[in-house]
């Protein structure tokens, strides 16, 4: 019996050792992304929603290329480590544009966003067009990287419209995810630092 106990205690400790964090981030206050690669206008929008009462509207502002939104930003990873996304995205248009899809990329500075350190890659489905659907990924840490970037990457024309909403990411303890609220708290620190020096 003591040794059950024992191998009990020690499964849960090392269950606890190796535990992950999580993160959720649903669009209810006033930030949008933690910054965007191509033309991509970013807004708090209150119709289509999925949870809440707020949702994240992406228009696409350029003709060409795939614009990317930044929304999540995991930093201190090492090979190996996993990490998993998710939000919902919302169109109604069918086997056709607007569409979007959950997407990373590296990066190993954990100063700058776009310092990028090439495709991490992501979904391969489009999703059905046909309102609310989960959008989902799993990526384990190569190549030396210490950060990734998880982007929403939109396929559409000039003025065509998704809905990204209650996004989750999980990451090994020990790592730090960055939701767009964190520019909000950075902004706050930057400027809390400027008032002490007067």
């Known amino acids: 019996m003591k040794s059950l106990l024992v191998l009990t205690l020690l499964f849960a400790v090392a269950q606890f050792a190796v535990a992950d964090i999580t993160e959720t981030y649903g669009w209810e ?7 965007n690669y191509g033309d991509i206008i970013c807004t708090i929008d209150t119709d289509p929603v999925h949870g809440g009462s707020q949702s994240l509207k992406l228009v696409d502002d350029d003709a060409t290329g795939t614009p990317q939104a930044f929304v999540g930003w995991v930093v201190g990873l090492s090979d190996g480590d996993v990490v998993t996304a998710s939000f919902w995205r919302y169109d109604v248009t069918p086997s056709s ?6 997407w990373g990329g590296w990066n190993d500075d954990p100063e700058d966003i776009t310092n990028y350190g090439g495709s991490a890659s992501g979904q391969s489905d489009y999703g059905p067009g046909t309102g609310w659907d989960l959008a989902e990924y799993t990526w384990t840490v ?3 990287h210490t ?7 939109t396929y559409s024309e000039a003025g065509a419209t998704v809905w990204i909403d209650d996004m989750t990411i999980t990451a090994p303890d020990g790592a730090e995810i ?6 909000a708290a950075l902004s706050m620190d930057s400027w809390a630092s400027i008032k002490a020096t007067f």
């Open 29 to 35: 206050g006033t930030e949008t992304i933690l910054g």
């Open 97 to 102: 544009a607007p569409s979007c899809r959950i």
């Open 147 to 153: 950060g990734l970037v998880i982007q929403v990457r």
């Open 178 to 183: 960055r939701t767009p609220a964190y520019s």
């Open 142 to 144: 190569e190549g030396g």
